[in-house]
Each structure stands twice: as structure tokens, then as C-alpha cells.
């Protein structure tokens, strides 16, 4: 049985580079020569992740909220320590690709290897230029089969597959996130999110604890994950850490529980995954 947690995003990036990534990065680079096939490392389509990064633009989203988002993606690819994250991978580098969606997902980037410095500020900056756009409704669910469908037609080859969702409200177009979700991981792709709680009250298409949505209707995988970010000021490093974390390819629910002491969400109830279409229904027909 998998195990998720729900991390609080100032902790998790104050702590969890020293104490994790570097250990490891030293141990991976003693061990290079014997995992490695050397077919594997000359094989330009070989990488050691495929990463899609599904970042919400619906209309719960506000201006600010978007600008944060975009920012904190661009700062953390100018870090150097998502290139050590990437380095302490057998091959030393992984695909990504840059997903917005609402009701519909778009591909904003195509997949781009990131392997250096240089690569990781190209990717970058060429995100910085893109627009900022908005799309209607919220589907989870038509997100991760896109996700899918692109991990799928990738040329690239990797053993890991990770689909890291962003959003700050519930599922409420499209088949059930639930649904989804488990279609993803039975293909073997981890689905990690990142909750936006920056409001003070909720609006119409949102709710005050889309933390335990996700982790209860959204995430899935092996070392599933949840970073949540609850303060405007958190933003940059909740990216940055949760990205460090899911390209190093750390079980990173198991460290969490012995290094953050991360507080799960616990529910004596079972936890209702179609509130978001609950609430779209209600709101259609008043």
C-alpha cells in the first residue's frame, strides 16, 4: 500500500536538500559504473525521468496566484539545485515538458532535456516568455489523460514517469479525478500535487481543504506526494523543493516520515471526491 503524505512546504525546503540529496548524490556517483550500460548512457533518447508539470490556469486562479506560479517554475529551473537533482541520476538527465490546464490541458513546452546548467536556464527562460493564459472549468481528470497521452508519445525512454499537478480547486469536469488517477498508476506513472491554499475564503469552485482532496482524490504511485502551499511567501520554495524531490527519485513519503515528521490527513469518514462535481451540478442549476 502506497504511502502519501502531506508536507508543509517551508519545512520540507528548509531541510530536506542537505540532508537528503547530497548523501545520495555521492553514493550514485561511486555507483555510476556498474548501473549504467554503456548502450544506455550514449543513447540520447535515454533519460532518467519523464516529467510533466501540469500547472492549473483556470479561473479560480487569480492574476496574482498565475504570476506567482510562472515565477516560482522560472526560478526554480534557474536554480543549481535542480541540476543537482538531476545529476544524482544514473544517467545525469531527464525530460520534461510543460503543461496549463482548466477544462482542457495545453501543451505550453515540448518535451526538453535537461541535462546542465545551460539547458535548465534555456528551459527556463524560454517559459519566462511564454503568456500568461487562462482556460475554463477545472478537469483533473482530462489533465492526467493528456499527461498520459504525452508520457506515451514521447520518444523519450525513461524508468520513471511523474506527473506533478498544481491547482487550487477540485475536479469538476470530465470523468472523476479518482477515476483518472487510477488509470495513471496502473500505467506506472506517480502523480504528486502541489495545493495553492492562498485564499482566505473559498469561491464558488473551490474548497478550504483541497490539501486532502488531492492527496485523498489526485495523487497516486509509489512515494506519492503532497506539498501544500498556504502562503503567498512559500510559493518559489514549495516549487523548488517538490521538483528536487521528484527528480531525484527519492521514496520521498518514507524520508518525509523520519526527517519532517509530515502530518497526514486523517479521516474518520470516507472523503467525498465529487465534491467538485457536486458543486458545478448546484451551481448549474440554480
Known sequence: MNRHRVCSSAAFAAKWWVALIEPRRMLLAASIPLGVSTAAAQDPLAVDLKLVIAVDVS?????????????GYVEAFRAPEIVRAVKTG???????????????????????VIEDSLTAEQFAETLRRQPVRRISFTSISNTLQFARRIIRSSAYRASRRVIDVSGDGPNNAGVPAPVARNNTVAQGIVIDGLPIMLRNAPDSASIPDIDVYYEKCVIGGEGAFVVKVSDASQFSAAILAKLTAEISGLNVSGVLQHHMRPKSAKYDEPYDCLIGEEMQERSIGR
Do not use: D, H
Open 59 to 71: 479561473y479560480s486562479m487569480g492574476l496574482e496566484e498565475l504570476q506567482l506560479q510562472r515565477t
Open 90 to 112: 544514473p544517467l545525469g538527465r531527464i525530460a520534461v515538458t510543460y503543461v496549463e490546464w482548466g477544462g482542457k490541458a495545453i501543451q505550453i513546452l515540448p518535451w526538453t
